[in-house]
Structures are given as structure tokens and as C-alpha cells.
């Protein structure tokens, strides 16, 4: 649970992902520079509290981002984004997040970047004079299975070349494989390609993975999305599957059986790895000294 010990502001609270046990991040704080997200990924757990709409801009955003900025503890970095994307399509008109990450970095104050979007491309300039790290997602390299359940985000490639071209530019980085979904994006050698590819941008530190976890919401979606799937994920969540925190988890077993590939290509690729709030404890499973980056950053990084 939250300590009094930080101080919040109205828009950059402390990263407390609804008060999950199994979450291993360092303490943070969490900036969503728009309410919403525009990708419209059907596994999106943010749409079981904010609701499924389009990216859109918050009232009196920069008026309390600025008091926030004065207000916050300059210890702790700041992670955009975790329950929106800083960098959906409206992004290129609005620009948003790039004066966001103007502010942040001309006050010391460190980054994590998390996305599906490629247009952080476009900053760069900023990210790179700042103490910022990318946290790009990847889940697959097929444009076919991207465009279902990540209907509007740019299709892999592109997220592969926008990372590419923040190496190019030093930016240090891991990258989130982050769900995977079993029958969906599990193949052991689509995992491992994405991996070898991966190992080949200089600058990615770390991969970090996880399960998906279905909550009612989201568990309709896929559904819809894939309805040859429908027996099989009934009996998966809803038969077998361990009610925990309010998500419905997959059973150990098979959560180990889908993370597994990427923890043995990570090792094999010479990648450190990690997992998101799944609880296994071993250096088999998480070798990485944080799951969300913010060892790229420097100095290093306190935990809670
Ligand atoms: S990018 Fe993230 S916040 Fe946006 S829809 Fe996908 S999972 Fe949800």
C-alpha cells in the first residue's frame, strides 16, 4: 500500500498497480499525459477502471502538471505510462507528451517511457539530453496477430525500427513481451525470433514478460476477438483458472510453460529477464535487477 512518505500531485501519483502483492517494481511514480488509449488493445486491463475510450487530454493538464513537478519527490522516476500510452496517435498533433517530457527532464527528473507507439522517435532530441529509458512493448512479430489484439498500434515492425533508431541513439532500453496469451502468441519459435532480434539492438538491457490475466472486461474482448479460441479459455480462466487480486490467473503450471521460452532465449541471447507480477522467485525466473527499467536509469536507483 501507499506511504505517506512521498509526496503525490494530482497527476503524478505513486505507481501502486491497485495494490497487487506480486508487483516488484521499485517505488515510482506513475504520469498518464492522457485519459484513455486510442490502441484499443483487447487485453487492456485500464479499461476495467477507466473505461474503454480514445486517447483525449486532461482538463488543466499543464497548470497541474507544473505544480505537481514542484511538489513531487526528485528521487523517484516517473513512468509514462502505465494505464494509457503516452504516445498514441493524437500525440503527433497534440504533442503532449513531448512538452511532458520537456518538463520532466529540464527538472532532473528521471524517466521511464513505457509505449506501443513509435512516435517517441520524434523526441529523441529530449530523451536523449535527459536521464530517460524506453520501455518499448513488443508481443509478436506478426503483423496478423498484432492487428488482433493490438487493433491500433503500429504493427511490429515499425515498433522494432523505432527502437532500433533509439539505440542508434544510445537510448538504453528493455522491452515488455507483455501478455502473452496462450494459443495466441506463445509459439516457442516466435518467441525465440523476437528474442534474437531483440538481442541484436544494442542498447536493449532486459526483456520483461508476463501472463495475461483476464478480468471480465477484458475476457469479452478476447473472446470476440477469437471465438475459435472460446472453449479453450473458458476452461483455462474460468474452469481452472485461480481468482487472485481481483484478475483471474492461469495455473502455475501453465504460466511457467508460456513464460519459460522467454527466459530460456533470453539467457541464450545474452538478455537479462524478468516478469511482471506473476510471483515465481528464482534466478530462473528473474535475473534482471528491476522487471520495469529503472536500473537503465541513472544513479542507480533505490527500492522501496
Ligand atoms: S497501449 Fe496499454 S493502455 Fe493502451 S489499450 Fe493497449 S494495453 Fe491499454
Not at 235 to 263: A, D, M, Q, W
Request: net charge positive.
Amino acid at each position: 500500500m501507499r506511504t505517506s512518505k512521498y509526496k503525490e500531485g494530482t497527476l503524478i501519483r505513486l505507481f501502486d498497480p491497485w495494490g497487487n502483492p506480486l508487483c516488484t517494481c521499485p517505488r515510482k511514480y506513475t504520469l498518464n499525459p492522457y485519459t484513455g488509449c486510442s490502441f484499443f488493445c483487447i487485453y487492456c486491463y485500464a479499461t476495467a477502471y477507466i473505461g474503454r475510450k480514445p486517447s483525449t487530454p486532461k482538463k488543466e493538464y499543464f497548470n497541474r502538471l507544473l505544480k505537481d513537478i514542484v511538489r513531487i519527490d526528485k528521487n523517484l522516476p516517473v513512468n509514462m505510462s502505465t494505464s494509457s500510452d503516452p504516445y498514441p496517435p493524437i500525440e503527433a498533433k497534440l504533442g503532449i507528451t513531448r512538452r511532458t517530457l520537456k518538463l520532466l527532464v529540464d527538472n532532473k527528473i528521471r524517466v521511464l517511457i513505457t509505449t506501443k507507439g513509435v512516435i517517441y522517435t520524434r523526441d529523441i532530441d529530449i530523451i536523449t539530453r535527459g536521464n530517460v529509458a524506453i520501455t518499448p512493448t513488443i508481443t509478436t512479430l506478426d503483423d496478423s496477430i498484432s492487428s488482433r489484439i493490438e487493433p491500433n498500434a503500429p504493427p511490429p515492425k515499425e515498433r522494432i525500427e523505432a527502437l532500433r533508431e533509439a539505440s542508434n541513439n544510445g537510448i538504453p532500453a528493455g522491452v515488455r513481451i507483455d501478455p502473452i496469451m496462450p494459443y495466441i502468441n506463445d509459439d516457442p519459435y516466435e518467441i525465440e525470433e523476437l528474442v534474437a532480434i531483440l538481442s541484436n539492438i544494442e542498447t536493449v538491457d532486459f526483456i520483461v514478460t508476463s501472463t495475461y490475466k483476464a478480468r471480465p472486461d477484458n475476457f469479452k474482448r478476447v473472446i470476440q476477438a477469437f471465438p475459435e479460441l472460446e472453449n479453450k479459455y473458458r476452461r483455462l480462466y474460468r474452469e481452472e483458472g485461480i481468482l487472485f487480486h481481483g484478475y483471474t490467473y492461469l495455473k502455475p503450471s501453465i504460466r511457467l510453460k508460456l513464460l519459460e521460452p522467454v527466459f530460456r532465449y533470453a539467457r541464450k541471447y545474452g538478455l537479462k529477464y524478468a516478469h511482471c507480477r506473476e510471483g515465481f522467485r528464482g534466478k530462473e525466473y528473474f535475473n534482471a535487477p528491476s522487471c520495469d527499467g529503472t536500473h537503465l536509469l541513472y544513479p542507480p536507483y533505490s527500492n522501496k
